[in-house]
């Protein structure tokens, strides 16, 4: 129930999420609102609840597992078959600013500090705190490859011929994002069985004008962990934030291992880049 109540919290307020989180004053809600969406929201739950024990019900006794951590931390004792996640875009949503209110009535965090070490946690976006930058700026044994720091080169070229950028650091918010990645990647390859797959969907950004093929890279990344690339599919278009004419994608990255993970990872070997 509680986490109904926290689904309807935007609907019942006066924010919108289009997709980010902002006031919308010209927002009317009824005073019943609470009442009737909770009512709602609880209908839908308990069709779901209804359908799984009827249509699903051979599934119902499936173990399941749901473990709150960081990806890029976490090292699963087990191996899988089939990973599927779709990660944080690159310059993608403040996802703790974005869902702070969930956050806060869920109780994952009580104050602005405990959101704020949340948010540090996580793959990184582009309204992280300047100090989480200068902090990674100084790390050593950083993952990169050639491909990270072209772009990273032409990026800082466009903001100095700019002359302005809102976030100067944007050369090292892009190389934490493939840092990040590699860190949840490389966690995800070795807790794959022979012949299991590792499906990410992701879409490509465009930042200070240089476009950055952030699926190709992941997948690149991807062989260098001794998966394969088995499929690369687009599961859309989209338009860029930064200029509309601009289309990006949205690509369903399939890796495999093939029974090389874990010994590429040992031998230290790495894929050519180009
Ligand atoms: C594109 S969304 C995908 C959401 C998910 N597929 C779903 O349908 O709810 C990316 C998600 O990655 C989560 N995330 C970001 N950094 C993470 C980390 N270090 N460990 C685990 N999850 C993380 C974000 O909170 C966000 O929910």
Same mark, same amino acid.
């Given at each position: 129930?509680?986490?109904?109540f926290a689904s309807?919290?935007?609907d019942c307020s006066n924010l919108k999420r289009s997709p980010c989180l902002g006031y919308a004053p010209a927002k009317f809600v009824e005073d019943d609102a609470p009442f009737r969406l909770f009512t709602a929201k609880i209908a839908a739950v308990a069709e779901d609840l209804r359908l799984c024990q009827t249509k699903y019900r051979e599934y119902i006794d499936t173990p399941t597992e749901i473990i709150l951590a960081n990806s890029m931390e976490y090292r699963p004792p087990?191996?899988?078959d089939l990973v599927i996640t779709?990660?944080?875009y690159m310059n993608g949503l403040d996802y703790v600013m974005n869902y702070k209110i969930e956050i806060g009535w869920l109780g994952f965090a009580r104050t602005h500090q405990e959101l704020k070490q949340l948010k540090d946690a996580m793959v990184v976006c582009d309204n992280v705190s300047k100090g989480v930058i200068r902090r990674f700026s100084g790390e050593a044994g950083r993952y990169s490859n050639p491909w990270i720091e072209h772009i990273k080169a032409e990026i800082a070229?466009?903001?100095?011929?700019? &002359?302005? $950028?809102r976030r100067e650091d944007m050369p090292e918010i892009v190389h934490k994002y493939f840092d990040d990645m590699y860190l949840v990647m490389r966690n995800v390859s070795q807790a794959i069985r022979p012949g299991g797959r590792f499906v990410l969907v992701i879409g490509d950004s465009l930042?200070?004008?240089v476009y950055v093929p952030t699926d190709l890279?992941?997948?690149r990344i991807g062989q260098e962990l001794g998966l394969k690339i088995e499929r690369l599919e687009r599961a859309r278009v989209r338009r860029s934030g930064q200029i509309r004419s601009y289309r990006l994608r949205e690509t369903v990255v399939t890796l495999k291992a093939e029974g090389l993970? &874990?010994? $590429?990872?040992?031998q230290g070997l790495k894929a050519q880049w180009p």
């Open positions: 129930m509680l986490l109904a309807i919290l935007i087990v191996e899988y779709s990660p944080p070229a466009n903001i100095a011929r700019r &002359g302005f $950028y930042i200070a004008d890279i992941l997948a993970a &874990g010994n $590429y990872l040992r």
